[in-house]
């Protein structure tokens, strides 16, 4: 990117700078005798042309919206329209989300994100005997078709986009979905939004699988085809690297590991004999957002630029959507301190900042209270209100990706793109992502990893604030937000009424077809979509599932 | 005595306590292991070995669930290799036995390899027997084959269940020698791995070399999906018979009966020297010699030996 | 020799976040002491078993999705009712403070929550466990 003479002279006055330090540093040492980033990267005390010498614009960076898209996927970025701002929120009844979600959307929240309590993302019902005391804990109960309409009342859905966390039955709950809009007269393809859709991170990480891998797969892949012929609006999976970070990987773990499961699906979905072109485009992101600033920002302009080199050179893929990398964000709940939650706030902000620079085409913002219980609708406003203060205070959403450039963030992107391709060969070396996971491979580093940092931060080489100095005698807050157990018993109420009520002659019949699909080959989605309109309930298709596909079991990797 | 008491009418609290005891060799321990020899003796025991990731656990657990549906009362011993650093341990082959937790008819115990004092061959066969007269119809003992002591534990099983994975060819080789052996039944785990057949026949070739009596079979199985293990429990079966038939399962009780004594004998004696002071000075005093070459250690080794009355 | 703690760490429910879990399950085993990993989604009842059996001295729980006040409480009950109320019962998570004095009421001896150093778990069981 430079001319040569000129690098030697770089080059040269380098040399005098290091003499220069090297002499002030005997007099008085550095604060430290390792700089290291939020990952443990050991950072150097000065960035300059010497480290982007190989870097070549075009090929490296590109213009934004083109390849490999390092720069931003879309050529005017946040000039043309902002980032959509999706709180992640639900809890309790459909009730009381669906009054949150009205909340929100008159707040200036610009996309829908359902949170699903455990027992309904683990394809269990209410009354259920393992959902004992988890029934709205964590988000919103929904059982079946009935919740889900309660759910969405009043709220459009052919003008909202509406994002759902959820897993191993996604099918089903996308199925209650498209039967609610269809209620509200809204055809399936003018439907706007995401399913989680990811079961690999599940097995990785956040542990709502229900089925084995094989199966889920498949469940995947028809979801893929399903969703580009009846959907084909809506993003049928956000490969997630979010809770491979949360549970503790470092940046580019973060970005090796997420796209190599990303490689699995699309190799799976080829293997189900779909076209590149006609899935990958609907084919969507999700990463954290953690404190160090500039680490982030590298990890962000570093996944894109992989990913598209992967689907051109490794996925003959010819559609530069397919190539392009969309991505969610949200900020590291694992980043959070229960101890004086304010400072919360500071953190959000700046990771807030990390991922507008980076790029990201959503957001969630955490809430300060999240390290001690589901956030108050206050903690929420402040939470919003710090992405309105990015998006029309700051400044940096007047021009594409202003970090372009640097010495460092050019240095650190390449460095993160280095070592998550190490990531990736590794993993392709063992067979693949599923293969990985089975051999605990991924689940190993990453706890190495969160072992680390637990250490640094036990040794106080790594301070967090608030927790290991600057510490106060605090008051824990009290009255935080609490889901009552009564919403578990009128859940199951309302599973009695909804049995008694329902023509269960024709759930019974819908269920034996669903049966002998799951047992063949045909898409499964049209017959989970016809027992959910016969009000048939989401642990009663799951269990007929779990029946045909048996249950993952767990590789314990510590 | 009470545990002991408890221990014979099958209660599961008295069993731990009492491995427990007999883990740390908690005074009395003894007296304990005289108590239940009489009546010990009458279950059978599988041994279930390989190398690490064969999914040994998870196999584990479908045959046991599979031997439940017979109404048998089971036992799992799940040995697991310590960390070599820091003398801690994780056992973690529990997880892979998750729902036989909630059975009332199965009990698992986790060990691990090190902490025991008399070594762990020993505490094993020691919660065997308890187990046994706990009620146990069926003992597991599930380890990792390597390692004198564990090749020990499970030579000492009635019938030794040897689980390999598809592409270990050189892992065979290297194996071949000690643990193809010991091995009653061989179980081809994740055979739908590709590999598997050559894998196969890779193990029929060296047991077409073995002269034993009792041809073993190699079964292919996928234990994750419950695949084989029908065909596994009838092998075993096979074994079981052709044990009783032929009487070796009788001269192979003689056989650890002896072994058993004479790992007692071995490791008091070897208490009482290396306890001894008179003894330890000795050996240290000898020991720099050796080192300063005035003496070579065979000299000094049987000086020693001189010096010991038992 | 001293004989090794013997500690069962599980997550009961469903919550699927096991980095504390594991994280402390290490420092414990770091510690020198005989860790029994269960894993994730287990039953009160499972863990009692599971705890009887092994014949742990500690069981030590973690649990992020608030249904805490349900399943520890049921641990404790299921533990007298087996006589083993000397098994030292502790959990950690994100467990609201207001919540604690009704858990230790039914028998949980600590709750240790979001940003407690190991070595501070290490050393509660060190001090508290039956001699």
């Keep these: 990117m430079f001319e040569k003479d000129k690098l030697s002279n770089i080059e040269n006055s380098l040399d005098e700078y290091e003499k220069v330090t090297s002499k002030l540093l005997e007099k008085r040492p550095e604060r430290r005798e390792d700089f290291i980033s939020g990952s443990g990267d050991s950072i150097k005390n000065l960035y300059t042309p010497l480290d982007i010498e190989k870097i070549d614009y075009s090929e490296s960076l590109g213009m934004p919206g083109s390849y490999p898209y390092t720069r931003g996927v879309q050529p005017n970025m946040y000039r043309g329209k902002l980032w959509t701002m999706r709180m992640y929120a639900g809890f309790a009844t459909a009730e009381e989300s669906n009054k949150r979600y009205k909340y929100l959307v008159e707040q200036g929240s610009s996309g829908l994100s359902v949170a699903f309590d455990l027992p309904t993302q683990i394809g269990y019902d209410s009354d259920h005997s393992l959902a004992e005391g988890e029934v709205g804990k964590v988000g919103v109960a929904i059982d079946s078709l009935k919740d889900m309409e309660v759910l969405f009342d009043g709220i459009p859905l052919d003008k909202v986009s509406t994002s759902m966390t959820i897993n191993a039955p996604a099918g089903v709950l996308l199925a ?298 605090e008051e824990r807050p009290t009255g935080l937000l609490k889901v009552d157990l009564s919403v578990g018993e009128n859940q199951k109420l309302k599973l009695v009424e909804l049995r008694n009520g329902r023509d269960n002659v024709a759930v019974e019949k819908t269920l034996v077809e669903l049966r002998k699909v799951c047992e063949g080959s045909e898409n499964v989605m049209p017959y989970i979509l016809d027992a959910v309109k016969t009000y048939a309930t989401l642990g009663e298709i799951t269990q007929v599932m779990r029946d045909v596909f048996g249950e993952y079991q767990q590789s314990v990797i510590i | ?149 564990e090749i020990e534990i499970v030579k000492s099983a009635d019938t030794t ?103 007692i004998i071995k490791e008091n004696i070897t208490d009482k020297i290396f306890n001894d002071h008179l003894i330890s000075s000795q050996l240290a005093e000898l020991t720099q010699k050796v080192v300063k070459r005035e003496i070579d250690p065979y000299t000094a080794g049987f000086n020693i030996l001189k010096s010991i009355k038992l | 020799m001293d004989r090794p703690i013997r500690v069962l760490v599980s997550k009961p429910g469903l919550d699927g976040h096991d980095r504390g879990a594991k994280v402390i399950a290490r420092a414990l085993r770091d510690a020198g002491m005989e860790v029994i990993y269960t894993g994730l989604r287990q039953t009160p009842e499972q863990i009692v078993n599971a705890a009887i059996q092994e014949d742990v001295d500690v069981i030590a729980t973690s649990i992020l999705s608030g249904a805490h006040g349900t399943l520890l409480p049921k641990i404790a009950e299921l533990l007298k009712e087996q006589g083993a109320e000397d098994i030292l019962f502790i959990g950690g998570g994100v467990i609201p403070d207001e919540d604690i004095p009704e858990l230790i009421e039914s028998g949980v001896k600590a709750i240790f929550t979001p940003g407690t150093p190991t070595s501070e778990t290490v050393e509660f069981i060190v001090n508290n466990v039956r001699k």
Aim: hydrophobic share 40%; glycine share 8%.
């Design chain 1, 176 to 473: 209650m979905y498209i039967a609610v809009a269809e209620k509200q007269g809204v055809s399936a393809d003018k439907l706007r939004g995401t399913i989680q859709n990811d079961i690999l991170k599940e097995y990785i990480a956040r542990g709502t699988y229900i089925f084995p891998t094989e199966p889920s797969m498949r469940l995947i892949t028809d979801i893929f085809e399903y969703c580009s012929k009846e959907v084909p609006k809506w993003n049928t999976i956000s490969i997630s690297g979010y809770h491979i970070r949360e549970a503790g990987s470092t940046a580019s773990q973060e970005v090796g590991f997420t796209l190599a499961d990303g490689i699995a699906y699309v190799e799976a979905a080829i293997k189900a004999g779909l076209k590149v072109d006609d899935f990958a485009p609907r084919l969507s992101f999700f990463f954290n957002a953690h404190n160090d600033l500039f680490e982030e920002i590298a990890k962000y302009r570093a996944a894109r630029r992989l990913w598209a080199k992967i689907m051109k050179d490794r996925f003959g893929a010819k559609n530069p959507k397919s190539m392009s990398l969309k991505f969610h964000t949200q900020t590291g709940g694992s980043t959070l301190t229960a101890q004086q939650p304010d400072n919360n706030i500071v953190r959000v902000a700046i990771q807030t900042l990390a991922a507008v620079l980076g790029g990201t085409q959503s957001l969630h913002t955490n809430s300060r209270d999240e390290a001690l219980a589901l956030p108050s609708v206050d903690s929420v406003r402040i939470a919003l209100r710090t992405q309105q203060i990015v998006a029309h205070e700051s400044g940096v959403t007047n021009t594409v990706d202003p970090l372009a450039g640097s010495f460092f963030v050019e240095s650190m992107t390449d460095k993160i793109e280095a070592e998550a391709v190490k990531y990736i060969q590794k993993i392709d070396d063992l067979g693949g992502a599923p293969k990985a996971i089975d051999d605990g491979y991924i689940q190993r580093e990453i706890m190495d990893a969160a072992y680390k940092y637990q250490k640094e931060i036990e040794s106080n080489d790594r301070i967090i604030v608030g927790m290991n100095q600057f510490q106060i005698e």
């Design chain 2, 161 to 263: 269940v040897m689980v390999m994975v598809p592409g270990l060819g050189d892992d065979i080789q290297a194996i071949k020698a000690g643990i193809m052996e010991i091995g009653d039944v061989f179980v081809i785990n994740k055979a739908d791995r590709d590999g598997a057949n050559r894998t196969r026949a890779e193990i029929e070739m060296m047991l077409d070399f073995s002269n034993s009596e009792f041809k073993p079979a190699v079964k292919m199985a996928v234990a994750v999906d419950g695949k084989g293990i029908n065909d596994i429990i009838d092998e075993i079966e096979r074994h079981k018979e052709y044990l009783i038939k032929t009487d070796k399962y009788h001269h192979n009780r003689v056989t650890s009966a002896r072994e058993e004594i004479v790992e």
């Design chain 2, 1 to 149: 005595m009470d545990l002991l008491q408890g221990l014979k009418k099958g209660n599961k609290r008295a069993a731990a306590k009492l491995i427990t005891m007999i883990e740390n060799r908690t005074e009395g321990y003894q007296d304990v292991l005289k108590e239940i020899h009489k009546s010990s003796g009458k279950a059978y025991v599988i041994g279930i070995t390989g190398p690490p990731g064969a999914g040994k656990s998870t196999l584990t657990d479908k045959l046991v669930k599979e031997i439940r549906k017979q109404d048998k009362k089971v036992a799992i011993i799940a040995i697991d290799p310590t960390s070599p650093f820091s003398g801690g341990s994780i056992l973690g082959d529990r997880i892979r036995m998750n729902d036989l937790s909630l059975d009332p008819g199965v009990f698992i115990r986790s060990m691990g390899t090190r902490g025991h004092l008399g070594g762990l061959s020993v505490a094993t066969k020691s919660a065997i027997k308890i187990l046994d007269v706990y009620g146990a119809e069926y003992i597991f003992v599930e380890t990792v084959g390597v390692g004198q002591s």
